[in-house]
């Protein structure tokens, strides 16, 4: 057999091995023909030879290791995969509720948590509802020193008032008072230092919510 004819012979024995593989697994061999006609060209094929052809036939085992799948193209899309979607995030609670207070006596501002502050008596004169010095409100010329009688008469029950801040200015204040409490407590001895110590933790809590 000249080099043509081996090379022809090892390209049909490849083309039988790849229908042996495509073959379906439940096969455990496959027919293979080799055909030699007149002129002394062999052919392998996996169909009976032409009429005139000399005809041998051999058995080709199946088996062998399982082919690999073929690698994605680059330009594949990547797979989906499924991923659950984060918790949505809870609303952040404001701060509680805090009040600028007018002192109903000398008229200054504070800040409070109660935007209801009890009422309270203060004495007349310092209220500004009369204005007269003090000396003559609890003694009239000439009634002589005031006594306890007459300054307990002329007490009036008086209340302070409050409105409610916004939750920006709820935080800004108790921002200003964290560093004032901070500025105190750097300067306390121990043993003042507790309050303080305690006044921290309480405003560090109201802070978590600004």
């Not at 300067?187 to 305690?198: E, G, I, T, W």
């Amino acid at each position: 057999m000249d080099r043509l004819g081996a090379l022809v012979l090892f390209l049909v024995v490849l083309l039988l091995l790849g229908l042996r593989l495509s073959a379906s697994a439940e096969a455990d061999t496959t027919m293979v023909y080799k055909c030699s006609s007149a002129q002394g060209q062999v052919i392998f094929q996996g169909t009976p030879c032409a009429r005139g052809q000399q005809q041998q036939t051999m058995q080709l085992e199946n088996g062998g290791p399982a082919t690999s799948p073929l690698p994605a193209p680059d330009n594949a899309p990547s797979p989906t995969v499924a991923t659950t979607p984060p918790p949505p995030a809870l609303p952040r609670t404001p701060p509680s509720l805090m009040y600028r207070c007018i002192n109903a006596v000398n008229g200054n501002s504070y800040f409070s948590n109660n935007g209801n502050p009890p009422p309270y008596y203060a004495p007349l004169a310092v209220t500004g509802i009369i204005p007269t010095p003090l000396g003559q409100t609890y003694a009239p010329p000439g009634h002589g020193a005031p006594t306890a009688a007459t300054i307990a008469s002329h007490y009036v029950q008086v209340q302070d008032s409050c409105q409610a801040m916004t939750p920006e200015d709820t935080c800004s204040q108790l921002r200003s008072d964290y560093d004032e409490n901070e500025r105190k407590l750097s300067r306390a001895f121990k043993s003042d230092q507790p309050p303080l110590l305690q006044r921290e933790s309480e405003l560090l809590a109201q802070l978590s919510h600004c």
